[in-house]
């Protein structure tokens, strides 16, 4: 669709807030900051995300305090290994995307162009007090991008953070400069797709660039105290060539250091991609072949059950630190600072005293219980 051709759909002042990053144009337009596809939008436009739009001569967010839905999940699901492991996670997101993945495993959510996709109701507040009651570690934002919903994300980091609660981004990496250093000063941890090693697949297939992700992946690691992990959904015939997977995991290793968490994870067929093969085990196996050889330390497999792909062994000496079937930690080796109990070496992460015991257990939550009233 024409940037000019995107419908005008009204909005519901209770969920609308002002926004920070646009600016004006000559022509009358705004420009939304937040991203690098940088919308031009006129009066009662949606951007690509759809939940960003021009409303009264500014760049406003249409969805704050509304998701789709929230869940208690294994840390492990996000997928986090280094990041307080066996712990449960409260798991939310919204609508609509800032990218236009043909194979997204979550489009009923990220390519919504429907409000009633957001379908529970809730204040920072209570999503934070949901997170404490419910016994959970950290709250992710996830399912669509947090990016798009940034200042939603900003003020539940803030609520979470005064209760104790961490907060976890599963995010594309897709976000421009200066509303990246905001939004990540309130992260504690982030699993960020890093989706191909080349501009063809993000521009074919994403709709999107290569380049701003690979910035924000630098800044991510080099620039804040934000635990991170990558993700790399392998589709065959699309980013799956051994020479590829060579490049980009040599450039983590020169780029990111050895300690940064890489999953390589299987495709389902899906969305626009249906009639695509799914990922052959043998081709996750490789690629964390690959990611080991060029000396990345924590390579693991993903959306198959594979026991030697999900373990956490230690680099100096190969004992197995965390053994995992899927999201379940069957091994726990580490001491309570983090370091191998066999050779004393430290593993990389964020580590409690302990394991947590959520195990694999999925728990739709519905937040009425929890509801803070607004003051």
């Known amino acids: 669709m024409r940037q000019r051709d995107r419908p005008r759909i009204p909005m519901d002042d209770t969920y609308t807030v002002s926004t920070r990053y646009w600016h004006r144009l000559e022509d009358g337009r705004v420009q939304c900051d937040l991203c690098p596809r940088m919308c031009q939008l006129r009066e009662g436009q949606h951007g690509f995300c759809f939940v960003r739009a021009c409303r009264d001569g500014e760049v406003v967010l249409t969805t704050f305090g509304r998701a789709s839905g929230f869940c208690v999940d294994p840390i492990e699901k996000k997928p986090l290994n280094h990041f307080l492991p066996g712990t449960p996670v409260l798991s939310f997101g919204t609508a609509g995307c800032n990218l236009g993945c043909r194979f997204c495993q979550n489009w009923d959510i990220s390519k919504s162009r429907e409000v009633d996709t957001l379908s529970a109701e809730a204040s920072p507040e209570t999503i934070a007090r949901a997170a404490e009651e419910l016994g959970c570690a950290s709250v992710a934002f996830t399912y669509n991008d947090p990016v798009i919903f940034h200042e939603f994300a900003v003020a539940v980091a803030q609520a979470c953070h005064a209760g104790g609660i961490r907060t976890v981004a599963v995010t594309a990496g897709e976000i421009s400069p200066e509303p990246r250093i905001e939004f990540f000063r309130h992260m504690d941890a982030a699993n960020i797709d890093l989706k191909a090693f080349t501009e063809r697949f993000y521009r074919s297939l994403c709709a999107a660039s290569l380049a701003p992700v690979l910035d ?23 980013n799956d060539d051994e020479a590829e997977i060579d490049e980009m995991t040599r450039w983590v290793v020169e780029e990111l250091g050895p300690d940064v968490p890489m999953h390589f994870t299987a495709f389902h067929p899906d969305w626009r991609m249906r009639g695509h093969a799914p990922t052959p085990p043998a ?18 497999t993903g959306n198959v059950r594979d026991l030697a792909g999900g373990r956490t062994e230690c680099p100096s000496c190969s004992a197995v630190l965390i053994g995992r079937d899927q999201y379940l930690l069957t091994t726990w080796h580490l001491d309570e600072n983090g370091c191998c109990r066999t050779c004393g070496a430290p593993c990389a992460g964020v580590f409690d005293a302990g394991p947590g015991h959520w195990g694999p257990r999925r728990l739709p939550v519905r937040l009425d219980a929890y509801r803070v009233e607004e003051r």
Not at 218 to 225: L, Q
Not at 283 to 300: D, F
């Open 216 to 238: 924000t992946l630098r800044y991510v690691h080099h620039e804040t105290d934000c635990w991170l992990e990558l993700t790399t959904l392998l589709i065959p015939g699309e």
């Open 283 to 300: 081709t996750l196996h490789e690629a964390r072949s690959i990611a080991r050889r060029n000396g990345v330390r924590y390579a693991y």
